[in-house]
């Protein structure tokens, strides 16, 4: 279910907090492609499922 409060696209800015990194650190991710955004119009967004497939991998990267 969406919750209302719950943007589905979120700033860098907003992606790097929650991830407790730096924003320079989530631009980099997203160049990479290792972090999935998107484009709306000249903006760059963050997909809020992007989080969740990335921070699975992180782990399934670690546990391997």
């Known amino acids: 279910m969406i919750d209302d409060a719950d943007p589905l696209l979120l700033r860098p ?35 809020r499922s992007a989080l969740i497939e990335f921070v699975t991998h992180l782990e399934e990267e670690n546990a391997a």
């Open 13 to 47: 800015e907003k992606a790097a907090e929650l991830l407790s990194i730096g924003r320079t650190k989530v631009y980099a991710l997203m160049r990479s492609g290792a972090l999935r955004s998107v484009r709306v119009g000249g903006l760059r967004r963050i997909p």
